[in-house]
């Protein structure tokens, strides 16, 4: 059974309902519980279902931790084996876990009674012996490496309990892992374990480095033991095989070289009254002396800390806040996707960067970068720095109002990729927060999107921010990023890329479809900044090129032929002179020539684009919660799904849905104006984020939902689970809420801002209000009464002028267009939306369109 309440009244959380630091609602959307008197969104939402078998999860900026929801720690992750799970404080792992036990019992298990999701934090509940009830509230302060819990008690009567506390570390760095040169296990050791009347020290020291973490509380322990296992319930542990399949749960990898050790405390509980005690986790990779400093900070004031980072969520919770009457669900997905984001920030110091080449060298670091901050793609297995997934994220963040983490975020791109690339222009892929650079040096053949969508994310950033700071400080990586692309990646001098995209796949051809749609965007958004910077040779330049490819781009990838479709990817001439060969597989990334975006508009023309979707929309692309990675077909391997096309291609289907390939099927849709069919696509990324018949952990979309060619990751080992919480997804609500719904499209670098809502045909009304641009904001509402279209927008502090109108429904036309009863001058455009009324009205509109037809 799952079910979606308001905190109720207990130790803590009673404390800060009284303050008013948490509220329960009033009248709220789904998992979205208001505060009354500031109309922000604490979202909670909980699951008493099936608690041993879903992940935790809560972060912070610098420390993130992942158990299981009943209070237990899985061993968890395939990078290092069984280890991406417990306690990480970016770029090094302190705990295995951290257990808690009132008089022998242990909470955890089937002593939990429910989990809670929230905002920031995550509570578990707990029935102890004797009557006893326990909470435990969990939360990571913002700029700390360390972890508070606060663990509350109550008893029916008067009496005292033992409160025991078990901690197993496995000091090690977040690279390498299981299977790369070195192993991780080469790389690991051992730990060592003290303690005091202070708490629990552990340590791993070498030659070139100095591991610490530290475990107490704001009481001295009556008791302290230092060695041994201290796994709580998980004691002896079941390991992990090194190889081969691992069992659904097991406690620990083989190759785990950690310590244990436990506290005891004493706790007189009064009949009824709620006692609270607080712990913190902390550590570094600087050394014990660091790790005690952030301890200290975070046990100075527990209850304070938790305030501050209540009070930080509900600043993020307060940006973009939207009203959805038809769509409650989506509504609600919003305001989930705006923390998702916030989890998904990580930052990390002195990263040594060197090239790694895939897992297979361990040179000499070629230099450090002093501090990188970025979105994180996903966790466990992948919390570190992605340029691909960051480009994605991007447009859910500036549709969310937090500008610093893309600012960052493209900050430590460029940092890393020029110290290991030096400065050839090339994008790395992929680096771990230790500075290990997986994939994406100049070596590598890919991923070329990686490289061509750098413009377009800062040409993003600028537009709606209106800084040119934006522009200027990433202006040259720009530039040398597309003359890396043009001078390095085009053999054949086509000028399609090559290289590796998206999808890596067998059998496909040297240039690929969704490297060459993001290069085209990339050339129209760097001619862009270039004009705007007076740089006239590079504007010509990347304008001459954009038009040759945008001129031959139709002819070169429509594939045809009865399917519907773009091809995936072209072959280079061969010996036999065969020229860019059209090569078709049916993957996600032929929904790219419609998602993409340009200045101008989406790439694909409108015939071709209309049938692309309406053939992706068919069951042998589109499942129950959105698009498959590879749809299904003839092929040379028989054909395990529906065929919608009778193209043979050389690969099997992969029916597996990523919440990256719905959201790039959600916005592509809503790039046509089609928000009746977009609808299936928001949908499939809220519930797989929101539904309790579906979710891992409430509130968090995953990587991957559960699919034909893909089992449900809460009936997957722990160590073979996509993440659990992926920030990519959150573009496919966000974005097409925010931009294409409420219409909201800034070019604040020109001083331009349009805003031009679309209701979804059947609803009658969409809002938002602090929508963040720049230092300002705008609010907008549109609403359809019978043949009224009522439009309503406020700017406040936006330096530019300002455009609003409405996308009208289908088969409707303009009889008249007014503000405040007066007539006043307006244009019908056609775009790829659909027909647009727009008008010159300021900052300040209430603007009504009569309709006819």
Known sequence: MSRRAPLRAGGLVAVLLATGLLSTPADAAPGVFLDPSLRTPLPETTERARLADRRSLVVGDRLFVQGDASGAYPASGFHTRGEMGGFWAPPVKLLDGLWFGVDGSWLAGGSATEYASGAGYERFRYQAPGGVTAERVQFVPDGLQSAVIGVTLRAPRSRTVTLAVDAHSDLMPAYPWTGTTPTSTERDLPDSVSGDRTGLTFREQSADHDYAAVVSGTRAPSGVRAGGTHRGPQDPPVLCPATGDAPYRCDDSAGGKGAGGGLEYRVELSANRPT???????????????????????????????????????????????????DRLLQSSVEWSKQNLADSVQEARDLRVREVNAGTAYPAPVGTVARARWIGAGFPDYPWLFATDGEYSAHAAVAAGDFDSVRAHLRALRDVSDLVNRRSGKVVHEVVSTGDVYFGTNADPGNTDETAKFPSTVALLWRWTGDDSVRDEFYDAAVRALRYVDRTLDTDGDGWPEGLGNVERAGMGEEKLDNTVYYIRGLRDLADLATSKADREVARWATTKADDLQSRFEAQWWNGAGTNAYADSIDLPDAGGNDNTRIFQRHWTGVTPMEADLPTGPLAQRDHALAALTQREKPCYTGEFGLYHTGSGPTTTGNPGPSCD?????????????????????????????????????????????????????????????????????????????MVLQAWGTYGVLWPVVHQQLGIDPDLGRRTLSVVPQIPAGQTRVAGENILLGKGSASVSAELTGQVLRVRASVERVRADVVVGAVLPEGKRVAAVTVGGKPVPYRVVTTSRGTEVRAAVGPRADLSIRLAG
């Open 276 to 326: 609270t005690l607080w712990f913190a986790v902390s550590g570094s990779e600087q050394g014990l002396a660091a790790a005690r400093s952030q301890q200290r900070a975070a046990l100075a004031d527990p209850a304070g800390a938790f305030a501050a980072k209540l009070d930080a969520r509900r600043a993020v919770a307060a940006r973009t806040r939207v009203d959805l009457p038809g």
């Open 646 to 722: 009778n193209a043979v291609s050389q690969v099997p289907s992969e029916r597996s849905t990523f919440s990256l390939n719905t959201a790039i099927m959600a916005v592509a849709e809503g790039n046509y104006g089609r928000l009746s069919q977009q609808r299936a696509y928001t949908t499939g990324n809220a519930r797989i984020q929101l539904d309790n018949r579906v979710w891992e952990k409430p509130g968090a979309m995953p990587e991957i939902a559960p699919s034909p060619d893909f089992t449900a990751n809460i009936d997957r080992p722990f160590t073979d689970r996509s």
